[in-house]
């Protein structure tokens, strides 16, 4: 069964430092996501991505953050300065189409910022 | 703020029917019903989904009232391996309203041997 695959699966960065997450969606999908856990806390929508540009964002998504698709396979999200609130897991998911179409999300990246 | 009710935790013995309930008295006629599950600290697992009709599929039926103010995953078959945090969660698909999916703090299933 295709399956949503993120890399690295754990990265530790220093504070002010940048890093950018990697994420290859199921292949014939068309939306693509970026969704954040705090340890211990709830799972937070991010972003949404379609046709080149930002679907819908979140509040938390500010002007730290920023994501590509590179290329036909690549999704990516970097962080410009990190902080240390920014320590969680980054899920990244894609959907078929637009709502109804299910999300399908990766095992994330474990993101810690010392 | 999650637009669903669901009791913080619940055992199940293995073998026997999970039945998760969620309620929704608020939901929208745009909004689906989706259930995700979150095992560990691994990725929201999709689990099933519908509008109005009971739905099933490989892994658990959603039975969702006539009035679409509350619905119920069962889980035929618990085993060990169902133990997770399930989440139900309301999402439009068509006119206003976010097309994200807005988690809450989920039913923490424990399924006991």
């Known amino acids: 069964e295709p399956e949503v695959t993120q890399t690295p699966s754990h990265q530790v960065t220093q504070m002010g430092q940048e890093v950018i997450l990697r994420c290859v969606p199921i292949?014939?999908?068309?939306?693509f996501y970026w969704y954040r856990q705090i340890l211990g806390q709830k799972v937070e929508f991010l972003v949404s991505?379609?046709?080149?540009?930002?679907?819908?964002k979140s509040e938390i998504f500010d002007d730290q953050f920023s994501v590509e698709r590179p290329d036909g396979s690549n999704f990516t999200l970097k962080i410009r300065s990190t902080k240390l609130e920014d320590s969680a897991m980054y899920f990244c998911?894609?959907?078929?189409?637009?709502?109804?179409?299910?999300?399908?999300f990766g095992n994330g990246t474990r993101l810690t910022v010392t | 703020d999650a637009k669903t009710t669901q009791p913080p935790s619940m055992d199940c013995a293995e073998g026997r029917a999970a039945n998760l309930p969620c309620n929704h008295s608020?939901?929208?006629?745009?909004?689906?019903v989706y259930w995700y599950r979150q095992i560990h600290s691994q990725g929201p697992q999709y689990i099933i989904h519908?509008?109005?009709n009971n739905e099933t599929n490989e892994m658990a039926s959603l039975i969702i009232t006539e009035d679409r103010k509350s619905s119920t995953l069962i889980l035929p078959h618990a085993t060990l391996r169902d133990t997770a945090v399930y989440y139900c969660?309301?999402?439009?698909?068509?006119?206003?309203?976010?097309?994200?999916?807005?988690f809450g703090k989920g039913t923490k299933l424990s399924v006991i041997p």
């Open positions: 969660i309301v999402r439009a698909y068509s006119g206003a309203g976010s097309y994200q999916l807005t």
């Open positions: 608020t939901i929208s006629g745009n909004e689906y």
């Open positions: 991505f379609y046709n080149n540009e930002i679907s819908e």
């Open positions: 292949s014939n999908h068309l939306y």
């Open positions: 519908g509008l109005k």
């Open positions: 998911a894609s959907s078929l189409d637009s709502s109804p179409y299910p999300l399908h």
